[in-house]
């Protein structure tokens, strides 16, 4: 057998996805100097990146720089997007089985975990995620509306995606207007009547998920002084116990960023943010009308696992906070894929350092691959995706050295492109999406603003001449 990856019959790659996880995989598939690979990028939205776009905070545009390094990515000659196709629905897994010799998922984890508590559907609780994404200008969100005429909102979880909620909640028309954001959400919280925004946390403060740079951006809002409860945030004696046997310098700092917010004197701006610890919700009261009006939560203590971690108990103490708007931001998880093996509880593709496996045989599925979040579960920074994504491609690699890949009856690129015209002839190319982002910032350079967004996906296309 002949294996694929010569200039004469090149190793055609499917990545469905274009997030940090897609471009990492590309990236390293296309550095190899010992091997032919041409990489087709399939995103169902027309513009690529994924949260580095739709989710990446406006206010954090250093953060999105990362996308410069995808652009070179993508200036590759072997590398394609195929952006506006939807896996599943323009191509399916028969379809790229005929066309390629490797296919690899990283489509991220796109939906929120549930708290489980009663009330969780009232009108006013939302998604986390969908509050990120409204902002963010994403396509499926932009009908989404959320009741910022509330004085007092609760986002429950103390990650950084809490972190970015309740930051976007208390910036200054002044500030929100330096950003990317998109303008149906800069005219709606120009007008937000939001007065305190709650931070709840269930475990305490050492354990808290969010970095120290995103707590330290807190302290500095123009908008909101940070309010601390000094009670909350002395360490018990198994979190003191466990940071001096660690030595976990990150984390002592985090401890000592909030002792000293807990210390500081309110300085009388307009907004409140008050970050809680070792508190959970059981449950959002409604009114009559099913309007969240508050909720109840109860008090932590910390008690250790058999594993050793320290994990939440609730106590009879109880309290209820009024509040008209809940974020909950407890935990994110993968969509299953049409076709392919899924772990239900985990929310993330059935996998062994990347290679999808038979949930029967617990055998990898040949030719078939995960990378990023859908293949380990929502952790790490956008950096993170970089080794995971490696660590795919050296399993991709070395099955290939085996000849345990694909055998496409059509693995040509130009038949390809042929069955994607045919599926989806007004998809997005590379080309187009530069096109569009040059018409974004230019939209942004007439605002003052970095970039004005298409929220659409029938702007992006009538913008491109494609609809």
Known sequence: MVLPGTPASPLRVAIIGSGPAAFYTAEHLLKRDDLVVETDMFERLPTPFGLVRGGVAPDHQKIKSVAAAFDKVAAAPRFRLYG???????????????????????????????????????????????????????????????????????????????????????????????????????????????????????????????????????????????????????????????????????????????????????????RRLILRFLVSPVELVGDAEGQVVAMRLVKNELHATAAGTLQPKPTDKTEELPVGLVFRSVGYKGVPLAGVPFNDSWGVILNDKGRVLDPETQRPVLGEYAAGWIKRGPTGVIGTNKPDAAETVVAMLEDLAQGAVLAPAHPEAAAAEALIRRRQPNYVSYTDWRRLDELEVARGRAAGRPRVKFTRVEEMLAALGLA
């Not at 506006?84 to 629905?89: A, D, I, N, R």
């Not at 790229?96 to 998922?105: A, M, S």
């Not at 910022?148 to 986002?155: D, G, I, M």
């Open 84 to 270: 506006h196709v939807e896996f599943g629905k323009d191509v399916t897994l028969a379809d790229l089985r005929e066309h390629y010799h490797q296919i690899v998922y990283a489509t991220g984890a796109q939906t929120d975990r549930r708290m489980g508590i009663p009330g969780e559907d009232l009108r006013g609780s939302h998604p986390a995620t969908e509050f990120v994404a409204w902002y963010n200008g994403h396509p499926d969100y932009q009908d989404c509306r959320f009741d910022l005429r509330q004085e007092r909102v609760a986002v429950v979880g103390v990650g950084n995606v809490a972190v970015d909620v309740a930051r976007i909640l208390c910036r200054t028309p002044e500030e929100l207007v330096a950003t990317d954001i998109s303008e149906g959400a800069l005219e709606a919280l120009t007008q937000s009547r939001v007065r305190e925004v709650y931070m709840l946390g269930r475990r305490g403060p050492a354990q808290a998920a969010f970095t120290n740079p995103e707590i330290k951006e807190l302290g500095e809002l123009a908008g909101a002084d940070i309010v601390v409860h000094p009670e909350e945030v002395q360490l018990d004696e198994l979190s003191r116990a466990a940071l001096e046997k660690g030595q976990d310098r990150a984390t002592q700092k985090k401890v000592e960023i909030l002792r000293g917010y807990a210390q500081r004197t309110p300085y009388g701006k307009p």
